[in-house]
Protein backbone atom coordinates (compact mmCIF):
# COMPACT_ATOMS: atom_id res chain seq x y z
CA UNK A 1 0.00 0.00 0.00
CA UNK A 2 2.96 2.08 0.60
CA UNK A 3 4.65 1.77 -2.53
CA UNK A 4 1.50 2.18 -4.26
CA UNK A 5 1.03 5.72 -2.53
CA UNK A 6 4.99 6.39 -3.25
CA UNK A 7 4.14 5.72 -6.74
CA UNK A 8 1.03 7.97 -7.11
CA UNK A 9 3.32 10.29 -5.60
CA UNK A 10 6.57 10.07 -7.78
CA UNK A 11 3.74 10.18 -11.16
CA UNK A 12 2.66 13.02 -9.57
CA UNK A 13 6.24 15.28 -9.32
CA UNK A 14 7.65 14.11 -12.48
CA UNK A 15 5.75 15.83 -14.91
CA UNK A 16 6.32 18.88 -12.57
CA UNK A 17 9.99 18.93 -12.81
CA UNK A 18 9.92 18.63 -16.39
CA UNK A 19 7.53 21.19 -16.74
CA UNK A 20 10.25 23.49 -15.06
CA UNK A 21 12.48 22.57 -16.80
CA UNK A 22 11.73 23.85 -20.18
CA UNK A 23 14.51 26.51 -20.72
CA UNK A 24 15.18 28.34 -23.74
CA UNK A 25 16.92 26.14 -26.02
CA UNK A 26 20.15 28.18 -27.33
CA UNK A 27 21.74 25.67 -28.71
CA UNK A 28 19.20 24.76 -31.14
CA UNK A 29 17.71 28.58 -31.82
CA UNK A 30 21.21 29.20 -33.07
CA UNK A 31 21.10 26.67 -35.05
CA UNK A 32 17.39 27.87 -36.30
CA UNK A 33 19.42 31.07 -36.92
CA UNK A 34 21.84 30.04 -39.25
CA UNK A 35 19.80 28.21 -41.24
CA UNK A 36 17.69 31.48 -41.83
CA UNK A 37 20.33 33.62 -42.13
CA UNK A 38 22.41 31.81 -44.87
CA UNK A 39 18.52 31.66 -46.55
CA UNK A 40 18.41 35.33 -46.30
CA UNK A 41 21.61 36.34 -47.33
CA UNK A 42 21.94 33.37 -50.12
CA UNK A 43 25.41 32.34 -48.01
CA UNK A 44 25.10 28.54 -48.69
CA UNK A 45 24.52 29.02 -52.57
CA UNK A 46 26.97 31.61 -53.69
CA UNK A 47 27.40 30.54 -56.86
CA UNK A 48 24.04 31.21 -58.18
CA UNK A 49 24.31 34.84 -58.72
CA UNK A 50 27.15 34.80 -61.04
CA UNK A 51 25.47 32.10 -62.81
CA UNK A 52 22.96 33.97 -64.01
CA UNK A 53 24.71 36.84 -65.13
CA UNK A 54 26.51 34.40 -67.15
CA UNK A 55 23.25 33.24 -68.86
CA UNK A 56 22.41 37.30 -69.11
CA UNK A 57 25.27 38.25 -71.02
CA UNK A 58 25.69 35.25 -73.05
CA UNK A 59 22.13 35.71 -73.95
CA UNK A 60 21.92 38.89 -76.02
CA UNK A 61 25.19 38.19 -77.97
CA UNK A 62 23.72 34.48 -79.04
CA UNK A 63 20.41 36.38 -80.73
CA UNK B 1 4.34 -2.69 -7.67
CA UNK B 2 5.74 -4.03 -10.70
CA UNK B 3 3.15 -2.73 -12.64
CA UNK B 4 3.29 0.60 -10.75
CA UNK B 5 6.95 0.13 -11.71
CA UNK B 6 6.39 -0.62 -15.08
CA UNK B 7 4.27 2.52 -15.32
CA UNK B 8 6.83 4.90 -14.28
CA UNK B 9 9.34 3.97 -16.37
CA UNK B 10 6.71 4.24 -19.25
CA UNK B 11 6.09 7.77 -18.14
CA UNK B 12 9.53 8.47 -17.49
CA UNK B 13 10.64 7.52 -21.08
CA UNK B 14 7.60 9.17 -22.67
CA UNK B 15 8.30 12.29 -20.99
CA UNK B 16 11.93 11.95 -21.74
CA UNK B 17 11.72 11.82 -25.17
CA UNK B 18 9.49 14.12 -25.38
CA UNK B 19 11.83 16.30 -23.64
CA UNK B 20 14.57 15.17 -25.91
CA UNK B 21 13.02 15.99 -29.34
CA UNK B 22 11.63 19.53 -28.20
CA UNK B 23 15.13 20.28 -27.69
CA UNK B 24 16.49 19.24 -30.61
CA UNK B 25 15.63 21.48 -33.21
CA UNK B 26 13.27 24.22 -33.21
CA UNK B 27 10.68 24.80 -35.63
CA UNK B 28 11.18 27.21 -38.76
CA UNK B 29 9.09 25.65 -41.65
CA UNK B 30 5.68 26.98 -41.07
CA UNK B 31 4.27 29.11 -43.98
CA UNK B 32 4.31 32.25 -41.83
CA UNK B 33 7.94 32.09 -41.51
CA UNK B 34 8.50 30.85 -45.21
CA UNK B 35 7.27 34.10 -46.39
CA UNK B 36 9.08 36.70 -44.55
CA UNK B 37 12.31 34.71 -45.38
CA UNK B 38 10.98 35.47 -48.90
CA UNK B 39 10.47 38.82 -48.13
CA UNK B 40 13.79 39.32 -46.59
CA UNK B 41 15.80 37.76 -48.91
CA UNK B 42 13.97 39.56 -51.90
CA UNK B 43 14.35 43.04 -50.17
CA UNK B 44 18.52 41.90 -49.74
CA UNK B 45 19.04 42.29 -53.23
CA UNK B 46 18.81 46.07 -52.49
CA UNK B 47 20.26 46.51 -48.91
CA UNK B 48 23.17 44.47 -49.98
CA UNK B 49 24.97 47.81 -51.38
CA UNK B 50 23.55 50.09 -48.57
CA UNK B 51 25.37 47.52 -45.60
CA UNK B 52 29.03 47.42 -48.29
CA UNK B 53 28.60 51.41 -48.10
CA UNK B 54 28.26 52.04 -44.85
CA UNK B 55 25.18 54.10 -45.02
CA UNK B 56 23.26 51.15 -42.95
CA UNK B 57 24.29 48.43 -39.97
CA UNK B 58 23.58 45.56 -38.19
CA UNK B 59 22.29 46.70 -34.48
CA UNK B 60 23.21 44.75 -31.36
CA UNK B 61 19.22 43.57 -30.78
CA UNK B 62 18.74 41.88 -33.96
CA UNK B 63 17.68 44.91 -36.23
CA UNK B 64 18.96 46.73 -38.61
CA UNK B 65 19.12 51.15 -38.28
CA UNK B 66 20.59 53.79 -40.67
CA UNK B 67 24.04 54.48 -39.21
CA UNK B 68 25.10 57.12 -41.95
CA UNK B 69 22.87 58.52 -44.24
CA UNK B 70 25.27 60.71 -46.31
CA UNK B 71 26.87 57.38 -47.60
CA UNK B 72 23.38 57.65 -49.47
CA UNK B 73 22.76 60.58 -52.63
CA UNK B 74 19.68 62.81 -51.37
CA UNK B 75 17.33 61.40 -53.48
CA UNK B 76 17.75 57.65 -52.33
CA UNK B 77 17.06 58.43 -48.46
CA UNK B 78 13.68 58.11 -48.88
CA UNK B 79 13.90 54.93 -49.96
CA UNK B 80 16.48 53.54 -47.59
CA UNK B 81 14.76 54.96 -44.43
CA UNK B 82 11.47 52.77 -46.41
CA UNK B 83 13.77 49.33 -46.91
CA UNK B 84 14.77 49.86 -43.18
CA UNK B 85 11.72 50.14 -41.42
CA UNK B 86 10.34 47.11 -43.62
CA UNK B 87 13.37 45.15 -42.50
CA UNK B 88 12.97 45.48 -39.14
CA UNK B 89 9.12 45.31 -39.29
CA UNK B 90 9.61 41.53 -40.79
CA UNK B 91 12.58 40.68 -38.73
CA UNK B 92 10.24 41.68 -35.48
CA UNK B 93 7.51 39.27 -37.03
CA UNK B 94 10.17 36.43 -37.83
CA UNK B 95 11.48 36.46 -34.05
CA UNK B 96 7.64 36.59 -32.79
CA UNK B 97 6.80 33.89 -35.46
CA UNK B 98 9.47 31.18 -34.81
CA UNK B 99 8.70 31.88 -31.03
CA UNK B 100 5.00 31.01 -31.79
CA UNK B 101 5.74 28.23 -33.95
CA UNK B 102 7.30 26.26 -31.54
CA UNK B 103 4.57 26.73 -28.71
CA UNK B 104 6.26 29.43 -26.25
CA UNK B 105 5.88 32.92 -27.11
CA UNK B 106 7.15 34.26 -24.11
CA UNK B 107 11.03 33.07 -26.26
CA UNK B 108 10.53 35.86 -28.52
CA UNK B 109 13.23 38.18 -26.90
CA UNK B 110 15.67 35.36 -26.26
CA UNK B 111 15.15 34.25 -30.37
CA UNK B 112 15.97 38.15 -31.09
CA UNK B 113 19.41 38.47 -28.99
CA UNK B 114 19.97 34.66 -30.59
CA UNK B 115 19.55 36.41 -34.25
CA UNK B 116 21.37 39.96 -33.10
CA UNK B 117 24.61 37.36 -32.45
CA UNK B 118 24.22 35.50 -35.64
CA UNK B 119 23.36 38.48 -38.23
CA UNK B 120 27.03 40.21 -36.78
CA UNK B 121 29.11 37.04 -36.81
CA UNK B 122 28.11 35.90 -40.61
CA UNK B 123 28.02 39.96 -42.13
CA UNK B 124 30.48 40.32 -44.79
CA UNK B 125 34.06 41.83 -43.76
CA UNK B 126 33.61 45.55 -44.28
CA UNK B 127 29.58 45.37 -42.78
CA UNK B 128 29.37 48.03 -39.90
CA UNK B 129 28.06 46.18 -36.98
CA UNK B 130 26.84 47.62 -33.18
CA UNK B 131 28.28 46.25 -30.08
CA UNK B 132 28.43 47.56 -26.62
CA UNK B 133 31.03 50.54 -27.57
CA UNK B 134 28.83 51.54 -30.26
CA UNK B 135 29.20 50.75 -34.59
CA UNK B 136 32.02 49.18 -35.75
CA UNK B 137 33.79 48.02 -39.17
CA UNK B 138 34.01 44.10 -39.58
Known sequence: MKNWMLGLALVCVIPACV?????????????????????V???????????VNKEELAAPSAQ | ??????G????????????VAAAADLEVNTPAISAIKNSMQA????????????????TKDGLIAVKDANAVPLAQRGALTGLVKDENADRSRLYKEIAVANGHPEWQAEIQSTFAGRWIDKAQSGWWVQGAGGWTQK
Open chain 1, 41 to 51: WQLKNGAGKPA
Open chain 2, 8 to 19: LVLLATLIGSQF
Open chain 1, 19 to 39: TINIYFPAAAAEKAADKIIDD
Open chain 2, 1 to 6: MKKILL
Open chain 2, 43 to 58: RHTQLGAFYASGAIGL
